[in-house]
């Protein structure tokens, strides 16, 4: 079936660097794109969103960017902090069918300090 | 997580036992949703209920599975008969309209750990 996937499955940065987090959708009919943050022992948490019509939107310290063309999304990360280190899904989900969010694998985040 | 409450946050059960997993949404949501994470794994979509009503149960198991949303009370996961392979962390997740934005409303709860022995 349709799926989500991403592309580096751990990333280890250093304190104060950037981080870049990338996923393939393969979606089309796919209109809106989440990210979320799990800490380890906790539930998936909001960061940031992105609609279809839309191919870069900011958030405090985080920027997703989306490329339709080839059905990309990447969420980045500015000055990355200890405290972001966590498992880090993107998701997808449809006009058609918004009941159903449809998570990507996960990558985990390493911040060396 | 604020507001979407799941317990217990940790279960354990022997093969063949029920296991049952509750969710309380947060405060005004009336959509509830079952999500299911296997270790080192994304969360896997189950069910989506609206009160007293399944919406779309498509990531449900066809047997031993099963998930309510009462009138009053909150939802419950039911799970007959474990077996080791329903392991897992189930997440439940909440909001008020489906069509409104999610952005705004789509909270998850901390989660079960169901550990089958």
């Known amino acids: 079936g349709e799926s989500v996937g991403l592309h580096l499955p751990t990333l280890s940065v250093q304190e104060g660097d950037n981080s870049i987090i990338n996923c393939a959708y393969s979606n089309s009919a796919s209109d809106y794109f989440i990210w979320y943050k799990q800490e380890s022992g906790k539930g998936p948490q909001f960061i940031i969103d992105?609609?279809?019509?839309?191919d870069k939107r900011q958030g405090q310290r985080v920027t997703v960017l989306l490329n339709k063309t080839v059905k990309h999304l990447s969420l980045q990360i500015a000055a990355t902090q200890p405290g972001d280190s966590a498992v880090y899904f993107c998701?997808?989900?449809?006009?058609?069918?918004?009941?159903?969010?449809?998570f990507g694998p996960g990558t985990s985040l390493s911040v060396i300090p | 997580n604020a507001g979407v409450m799941q317990n217990p946050r940790h279960l354990v059960r022997r093969r063949g036992q029920e296991a049952r997993l509750r969710c309380s949404p947060m405060?005004?949501?009336?959509?509830v949703y079952w999500y299911r994470q296997l270790p080192e794994e994304g969360l896997k979509f189950m069910v989506y209920?609206?009160?007293?009503?399944?919406?779309?149960e498509s990531g449900m198991p066809k047997e031993r599975f099963s998930a309510e949303f009462p009138k009053e009370g909150p939802s419950i996961l039911r799970i007959q008969q474990v077996v080791r392979g329903d392991s897992a962390a189930y997440f439940c997740?909440?909001?008020?309209?489906?069509?409104?934005?999610?952005?705004?409303?789509?909270?998850f709860g901390s989660g079960t750990r169901l550990t089958v022995v």
């Open positions: 992105i609609r279809s019509n839309m």
């Open positions: 998701a997808e989900t449809a006009k058609t069918s918004y009941d159903k969010v449809i």
């Open positions: 405060k005004g949501h009336s959509h």
């Open positions: 209920l609206q009160k007293e009503n399944i919406i779309d």
């Open positions: 997740a909440s909001s008020r309209l489906v069509l409104q934005g999610i952005e705004y409303g789509y909270t």
